[in-house]
């Protein structure tokens, strides 16, 4: 039995069938009654409030953004890799931070390690909200990125003879830790198989976590754009005995709160959805679980014991922190809180659908991407007749359309695409984005593509 991630809209119809109608016309069906969805006969039927409701925070910001001079020279589509377009409020964070503080937090005993403990306070509690963490904010530790967070679980949840459960779906941020603990630690592992829709087959997945100790869930699939069923793997799972670890890199600041998935670890990057600077991540493990630390040293206390810190989140984060980049991450949450999560997935998934319809109309494009409106706004393409490097290469210098060409750190997911030997184009959408970036992008591929007309003599 294979399982997508699949729910219901409030009007009774099935969610997927009911976006992908609605994003035709820019307009998203979610089961919350003040929103329109496709039962209402057209936009311009609509009251105007009403149809601007879902993103009019984005939209005002961005106003704003473009007002103070924001650079928007190029079509930047590369959001999946990072955020590069960011609020400015995160920049400003900080620079403020370096400028009027750069403390380190902590004991240090006087104001500015005082005010230092307070922001990184701050933003795990917006990371908590934004991410739908339930207990203590402070069950969430810092780490460098997603890579930093996923390493440190697989680490400190594994021992010598364990059994992982990973998938096709994952990242290298996945696979290359869990080779070196099979080399290393003599760790099992057991890879769930993947499809190019984006499903699983749950019957192999009970097989596979038969004796399992953790089991690695891709919330969203960076080439795919797709939702992993992470509850039903989360409840085989735990019947199991295993502990689930989330890899919420591309979902964290894209998906609304109430999307937060069911696992005991969430891993999760800064400087995508969440807005934050390079070097920003965090890892939330469960009350009750203990997760030894990937690093060891810089937590206080008295060295001549041999005890390691228990308490979250010392126990993870030695050394000294990424302060300025922690300002910088509380500044993207706050935007992300003021704007709202929901509006933002709304709008990128509306300006994907429109990506997904122009792409898929150009003669000569091969769509990888399956239609996934619950997931996030990812669309992979193969052209024909041009390989992934030359198509990207293209789009940037002559058409000022940024995207990421290659295998994009995910060669299993290509394998089942069928294209682990020369890769792909993604393009992919933010906060940021707008209809006229997703327009100059159809327009781009399709003038590149077109085929060149040959004089008849």
Known sequence: MRLRSRRRCGCGRDFTGCLRAAARDALVCRPVPALACHRSSARENEPEELAEQPWAPVEANLKRMHSSGMDRANHYMDYAATSAVRPPEVAAAVAEFLRGNGCTPGRGGHSGATEAARIAFRCRRALARLLGLPGDPGRIAFMHNATHALNTALWGLLDEGDVLVISQYDHNAVFRPAHYLAASMGVEVRMLSGSPDGSVDMDEAVR??????????????????????????????????????????????????????????????????????????????????????????????????????????????????????????????????????????????????????????????????????????????????????????????????????????????????????????????????????????????????????????
């Open 208 to 457: 596979l976590l038969d004796g399992a100790r953790v089991l690695v869930v891709n919330v969203a699939s960076n080439v795919l754009g797709t939702r992993m069923p992470v509850e039903p793997l989360a409840a085989a799972a735990r019947g199991a005995g295993a502990v689930v670890v989330a890899d919420a890199a591309q979902s964290a600041g894209h998906l609304p709160p109430s999307a937060s998935p069911e696992a005991d670890v969430i891993a999760f990057t800064g400087h995508k959805g969440l807005l934050g600077p390079q070097g920003t991540g965090g890892l939330w493990v469960r009350e009750g679980l203990e997760c030894r630390s990937l690093l060891c040293g810089g937590t206080g206390g008295d060295s001549r014991r041999r005890r390691m810190p228990k308490a979250m989140p010392d126990r993870l984060e030695a050394g000294t922190g990424n302060s300025p980049g922690i300002a910088g991450l509380l500044a993207g949450c706050r935007f992300l809180a003021e704007a709202g999560t929901r509006a933002i997935h709304a709008r990128e998934m509306a300006l994907k659908g429109k990506l997904f319809d122009g792409l898929s109309g150009i003669p000569g494009v091969t769509m990888l991407s399956p239609w996934a409106p619950d997931g996030v706004p990812v669309v992979t393409v193969k052209a024909e007749s041009m390989d992934a490097a030359a198509l990207a290469g293209r789009l940037d210098r002559e058409h000022r359309v940024q995207t990421r060409a290659g295998l994009h750190c995910a060669p299993e997911v290509h394998r089942i695409l069928g294209t682990a030997g020369g890769g792909a184009v993604r393009f992919s959408l933010g906060w940021a984005s707008s209809e006229e970036d997703v327009e100059a992008a159809v327009s781009a591929v399709d003038t590149i593509l077109k085929p060149v007309a040959v004089p008849v003599p």
